[in-house]
């Protein structure tokens, strides 16, 4: 049995990047043992990435999550936890196919903790599969106290410091690299015994 205590969603153009990279939905649930995040992402491959991808350049999207909480005397509010996924796109030139690594930490490459690995057969599948964000588990139901102000920092980005070191250097400040966008909103949590 699932519980909706909480829930946004986001239709539209909500938050917007340079590189046109915007965020169509986002929603927050929690169900009786954890919070999870899902959420829809648009934007279009630009050009001088997808060209590193057909020569063989792997690509290394990160997607975020913060939770902070307020606090009235200080400047800043506290991080209460932090969560992140790697998602690793790289073209395979002799089976024809692409191949998607997505891990649980930050660094595709390392071996430490899940991975999912799918192929598909061409690159709008593959694409279609990050920009669709399902029911990521961002913390457990008990990490986070009822009747307490808490804000969700997203964020989504092609990760720049994971590409061979000629690339970096090129990319750095070309637009055409921009693949970003972040979002903020409330999270309001009730206590488990207020069911709808």
Known sequence: MRLLLACFLVAGAWARAEGLTEITQLRIERSEDEWQLSAQL???MPTAVEDALLKGIPMVFVISADVLRDRWYWWTDKKV???????????????????????????????????LNQSFDTLAQALSAIKRISKWKIADAAELDSGVKYRLDF?????????????????????DWDISVSAQVPLVVTPSNEQR
Not at 81 to 102: D, F, G, I, K
Not at 155 to 175: M, N, T, V
């Open 42 to 44: 648009q934007f279009d």
């Open 81 to 115: 936890l932090s969560t992140e996924r790697a998602m690793r796109l790289a073209y395979q030139p002799l089976t024809r196919r692409w191949r998607l690594n997505v891990n649980a930490g930050a660094s595709a490459s390392s071996g430490v903790g899940l991975a």
């Open 155 to 175: 964020r989504f980005r092609l990760d720049l410091g994971q590409l061979p070191r000629p690339f970096q250097i090129g990319a750095i400040g070309q637009s």
